[in-house]
């Protein structure tokens, strides 16, 4: 089915905000993501490798959370709920479609676990999943449009691709080291 928008494959989802569609759980899902990263960070600790982890996801939702919400600004561009054409940009303080931001936070969230682990445990790859449901959610939700929830995800794992790569952490340079040391003891 062909659509509008940017790349033309923007149209509109049959409402569904029923199950495991409806916004409660997807908000679930998103705050179950931040509280799986904080208490990881805080119970592994930096000097724990998937602590390490932990923390890069920490920094890589700060950073997308902040840069999505620029985006939305900049962009205005109106909801499928708002009108049905996805060629509705710049409308002002109304509209914040683009990016998802609910996608890239998931993204964001399992994106430095990814870089780090797939090759060696392959099966990490199924944390994708997460943003495919958060995405696809967003869509049935007619909260987004298609070009909104890819370009979240692309943001979203651009920016974990990055954070995996810094040896430390931001969010571990600015917190007290007594919150970085972690619960967890590796004897």
Not at 76 to 98: L, V
Not at 156 to 168: D, K, L, P, S
Request: aromatic residues 12%.
């Amino acid at each position: 089915m062909a659509g509008g928008g940017p790349i033309g494959i923007d149209h509109t989802w049959a409402l569904d905000q029923s199950g495991i569609w409806s916004s409660k759980a997807q908000n679930i899902v998103e705050y179950g993501l931040i509280a799986a990263e904080l208490g990881g960070g805080i119970y592994y600790g930096r000097d724990n490798p998937l602590g390490q982890t932990f923390w890069q996801s920490v920094d890589s939702t700060a950073i997308s959370a902040a840069s999505a919400e620029i985006l939305k600004r900049a962009f205005s561009r109106a909801r499928p709920s708002q009108g049905d054409d996805p060629n509705h940009w710049f409308q002002g303080s109304c509209c914040a479609s683009f990016p998802s931001g609910e996608t890239t936070l998931a993204a964001s969230v399992v994106a430095p676990f990814v870089f780090k682990y797939a090759r060696s445990d392959p099966w990490i790859l199924a944390l994708e999943a997460i943003p495919l449901y958060v995405a696809t959610a967003r869509l049935k939700n007619q909260a987004h449009w298609q070009t909104d929830v890819i370009a979240g995800w692309a943001l979203g794992t651009g920016v974990g691709y990055w954070t995996a790569q810094r040896e430390i952490p931001l969010s571990v340079q600015i917190l007290p080291r007594g919150l970085t040391v972690g619960i967890y003891r590796n004897y």
